[in-house]
């Protein structure tokens, strides 16, 4: 019998396991190992901070996937793999042999890069995280007097800070909360720059017409408990920062040896 691991539950690895579900393989046992029952389908972030889905309907049920799918579901987060040996170590002190092992636990915010960023902002993964902290921000917002403007950045030019902010604008209007300030920030040109200049000058003039100041060219010094430093921008106010930089790989894999 050959063991496939499946280390995370990222998209690649759902799909690998619905497949194997419809066309199992002889021989092979197949388990996914995840840290949380559920993985979220980033696409519909935007969505879901707007109103328009429910956690439920962003994510997928990994427990629920691996039953259907003839595969072997195990709660827990992998720390170490020795691959000389074949077998992984879980957070819980579970060893799981393998004779094979795919590694789809996704990136992590790379907040270490700015100062202040892993106390002062929040960053767009976890997604769980991100709503129950924009969930708390927005009650807050509720108590706070007409004449007090709230300030909310997102730090990054690409699509998902572009997307957030103009779910949060729609969010915000439609809970008829007003006084609320929204900037982008970030260190290129320009916002989308993968993106074709005909597409990025009609998001330039969407983001426009929702109110959100653009910052380019403004590298990111330091992001405080209220305000965020740019090279140069000076100081600007954000009571709510939104991390949507640059992804990085999490440590665990290197400290395996992998990359040595």
């Known amino acids: 019998m050959k063991k496939i691991l499946l280390i995370?539950?990222?998209?690649?690895?759902?799909?690998?396991?619905?497949?194997?579900?419809?066309?199992?393989?002889?021989?092979?046992?197949?388990?996914?190992?995840?840290?949380?029952?559920?993985?979220?389908?980033?696409?519909?972030?935007?969505?879901?901070?707007a109103g328009h889905y429910s956690i439920d309907e962003c994510h997928i049920d990994l427990e629920t996937l691996c039953k259907k799918s003839h595969t072997n579901f195990i709660l827990g987060k992998v720390e170490k793999?020795?691959?000389?040996?074949?077998?992984?170590?879980?957070?819980?002190?579970?060893?799981?042999?393998?004779?094979?092992?795919?590694?789809?636990?996704g990136s992590i915010p790379n907040a270490k890069a700015?100062?202040?960023?892993?106390?002062?902002?929040?960053?767009?993964?976890?997604?769980?995280?991100l709503m129950e902290e924009f969930d708390t921000f927005e009650k807050m917002l509720h108590g706070k007097p007409n004449s007090f403007t709230s300030c909310i950045t997102a730090v990054?030019?690409?699509?998902?800070?572009?997307?957030?902010?103009?779910?949060?604008?729609?969010?915000?209007?439609?809970?008829?909360?007003?006084?609320v300030k929204l900037t982008l920030i970030t260190d290129?040109?320009?916002?989308?720059?993968?993106h074709?200049?005909?597409?990025?000058?009609?998001?330039?003039?969407?983001?426009?017409?929702?109110?959100?100041?653009?910052l380019t060219n403004a590298r990111v010094t330091e992001i405080c408990e209220n305000s965020i430093v740019t090279e140069s921008h000076g100081t600007t106010v954000s009571h709510f920062?939104?991390?949507?930089?640059?992804?990085?790989?999490p440590d665990w894999p290197k400290a395996c040896g992998f990359f040595d």
């Not at 879980?90 to 004779?99: H, L």
């Open 81 to 105: 793999i020795y691959p000389e040996t074949s077998f992984v170590v879980t957070n819980s002190g579970t060893e799981i042999n393998f004779d094979i092992a795919s590694i789809d636990t």
């Open 196 to 214: 074709s200049l005909a597409v990025r000058r009609r998001v330039r003039r969407y983001l426009y017409q929702s109110g959100v100041t653009i």
């Open 114 to 129: 700015v100062p202040g960023a892993e106390t002062w902002s929040t960053p767009v993964k976890p997604i769980n995280r």
């Open 156 to 179: 990054g030019g690409g699509a998902a800070s572009v997307e957030l902010l103009l779910a949060i604008h729609y969010r915000l209007l439609h809970a008829k909360i007003a006084n």
């Open 8 to 49: 995370g539950g990222g998209h690649s690895h759902v799909e690998v396991v619905r497949k194997y579900g419809l066309a199992p393989i002889p021989g092979a046992e197949v388990t996914l190992v995840s840290e949380s029952h559920q993985t979220a389908y980033s696409g519909m972030v935007p969505g879901l901070i």
């Open 188 to 194: 290129r040109s320009d916002i989308l720059l993968e």
């Open 241 to 249: 920062t939104i991390l949507g930089t640059g992804a990085s790989a």
